[in-house]
């Protein structure tokens, strides 16, 4: 028996009745794809056969969409109670052509249902006036800052915490019951009983049984030859606490639903359930396995259910496989179970304190909630890491397949939650930028090739300025974060012909003059033409961060760098004066766009141009959302200003004054559309002097929110703190669960990798930066324990004052370490202590 866990689970938000709609909670690790855990307690979104899946959930057509599900059933005071473990279908799912088509829509389930949220966390209560039990589902997968491993578990944790308030004793037993999905992935959508189509037919699947000292366990495996197959693999459900009640491999081979009948009659009457066999589908796809337990009055338990696989063919956007890290790591999905119940307690523990922490900070709600929820993406299958440990990204995932492959540069630039969260992930990232991706020229693929292999080839490609920018700047930031010389120098040559690249004859400044003019793709899916605050700023941060790194290899002896560190100095200063100069209208920074005559024939991409050869699809005068994109990174990495800081700070007020629209009952968008209604969000791009182009570029009207996670984290660092917190709560009121779920901010896809930038609100917010160089922590005055990571751990920190007055920094590591010389609060040095 366990104490009640309300005092040890953190919760961030609740959802109930309406706003439970869209809530889908990925559960799975880095790299492994997930189940997501619906608002209600369902299991859906089947997302682990390296494919997108939404609105996948595996069923068995042939009897009435039964799919996986949980039952609970109670004795008390020989008086017998059944539920399916899940609160009440939304009423907008009741209606279709044969009544309605939800999964285990036939099962009596509970009155009420609400969601408790603080990601990686879930706790559903669940309520009945006829159930005399309190009844959680608690769901989570581990995450914990700095070690990958512990977060990259092919797993979803589910546990069942049940409690007795009344005077009686109750006998309860819990039943789980799992459809046999190896095989079908998703994109069928439903079983096509011995189909040979690309897809694993289902025909060869089978359940086992097999000893486990810990409680019941269950292999799904299946029998194909089919083995390089994307949809091979395995799956394992393991079930402990209390005793033993029974398991079945199949169900009964029955006509007319009556395999359901079979299975209800007696797990309601008995709480138990009994061996079935079964010949044919979809009967023995079906299994199950339960647990009884018995609780005297005022005694809690708790049943713990969970579900492991392992599908090792991943091909992600390339045409062989490419394979899964996690799958060379376990062999089987029995044992990924086994390390995972071994370590259960503490891989939970671990992961209560980090988000605890998160919620006990002295951040806006909204802040927390778009910085932790953000994570998820990091699950999804939006994300992958091969078996060499290079982590890759699609850019987002449409419903089916990915959205925009390659590790898309000038997406991934924005984000801010995988160096801060899992530095190693995003070194590797850096790694395959500039030593697979960047040829011998410095041009850079901003959309990398899988197998690597392939980047070595020589084909011709078309380089993005703000992605090979912003990887410098990247660069700059993950060595000043690790602090690690060996990482810089090996990279460096690379490094330094990708902003060289930028000086070639017909590149984007072919003059030397520290400003970009020339053809330059880039995030809004167009070339620019001339000179713009969006690629300069990129550029003039990239110029920055080289001198730095440059002198420092050359103060370290290591280089010999000092002509190309000063050659970076004069067109940083060079293109920063001018861009203040010429680019600042006096309320915003505007694009001067390139004239045919000016553009060099080497430069275009024969897309863009209208009948006379001048550019369309351009910005001109037009207020973007993230003119200031360079600053905000700058900012990031400890760069200091790139900009004037009063051009900045009035740029950001006229974005917020021209771009922040309160309402989209009158808003024309000819393209994507992610708002409405009464709705706030911030448009892409306005033309608030009426001179807006005829032809702008193409996203102009639309909303996104990982450009609105820029500009919020942007107005916080630049001291404009509410109205950036109110940025942030208009996005995420968006995201209430009822229009929208609260763990999948899209943009050109479900889970947007950009969205990530989510996690700058929290660095903003405590002025975070550390030097690895210098071994240097910059925080701003906190005198509660407040948050911080540093991609390789976590830590707390808060400030106090001493009998003579002076203000001391107590730090505390949680996870992981910092070797630290020094202590910045509010710019300030000031002495510091450190408990582990």
Known sequence: MTNRPETTWPTLKSYTGEYL??????????????????????????????????????????????????????MQNEKRVTRCLEGPIDSSEYEASEGCKTPNSGFPRFREATFHAAYPYATIDLKDNDVPLQVQLRGMNPMIPGDTPASALPCAMLTFHLHNPTHTTIEASICGTFLNPIGCDGRQRKLAWGSRTRYLGWKNNRNESIPCDAGNRLHMISASGETENEAYGDMCITAIGGADAGTRTAWAEKSWGDSILDFWDEFSTTGKITQRHADHNPYKLLCATARSTTLQPGESTEIRFLITWRFPNRKAWATEIVGNHYAERFPSSIKAADYILENWDQLTSRTIRFVKAVCDSPFPPSAKEAALF??????????????DGHFFGWEGIHDEVGSCQGSCTHVWNYEQTTPF?????????????????????????????????????????HAAADGQMGCIMKIYRDWKLCGDDAFLTKLWPKVQSALAFAWVKGGWDANQDGVMEGCQHNTMDVDYYGPNPQMQGWYLGALKAAA?????????STLNESAFAEKCRTLFERGRDWTDQNLFNGEYYEQHIAVASTIHPNTTSNTGMDEKGNPILQLGKGCLIDQLVGQYMAHICGLGYILDPEHVRTTLRSIMRYNLKRGFHDHFNHLRNYVFADEVAVRMATFPHGDRLKRPFPY???????????????????????????????????????????????????????????????LALTAFHYDGTTQTLSLSLQTQPTVFT????????????????????????????????????NKRQIPFTIQV
């Open 700 to 762: 102009y009207n639309e909303v996104m929110t990982g450009f609105e996670h820029t500009l919020a984290a942007h107005l916080i660092y630049e001291g404009m703190i509410d109205e950036g917190i109110e940025l942030i709560g208009h996005i995420r009121n968006r995201y209430d669960g009822k229009k929208r779920n609260p763990y999948n901010e899209a943009e050109c896809g479900h889970h947007y990798a950009r969205a990530m930038a989510a996690w700058a609100h929290i």
């Open 548 to 556: 730095i790194m440059a002198q420092h290899l050359t103060d370290k």
């Open 21 to 74: 709609r869209r809530i889908a909670l990925p559960l799975g690790g880095i790299g492994t794809g997930t189940i997501s855990l619906g608002g209600r307690g369902d299991l859906r979104d089947w997302e682990i056969m390296n494919t997108p899946a939404k609105g996948y959930t595996p069923v068995s057509p042939n009897l009435k969409n039964l799919g996986s599900f949980f039952a609970l059933s109670i």
């Open 790 to 825: 540093f991609g390789t751990g976590w830590g707390t920190w808060h400030t106090v004052t001493d009998e003579t007055g002076n203000t001391i920094a107590i730090i505390k590591y949680n996870e992981g370490s910092l070797p630290i010389q020094r202590v910045i609060i």
């Open 421 to 461: 969260l899992f530095s190693p992930l995003a070194r590797s990232m850096r790694q395959v930028e500039f030593l697979h991706a960047t040829n011998t020229e410095g041009a850079m693929r901003f959309r990398t090739e899988l197998p690597l292999a392939l980047n070595d080839a020589d084909a011709e490609f």
């Open 374 to 387: 953000n994570i998820s993406t990091l699950r999804t299958q939006t994300c992958f890491q091969t078996p």
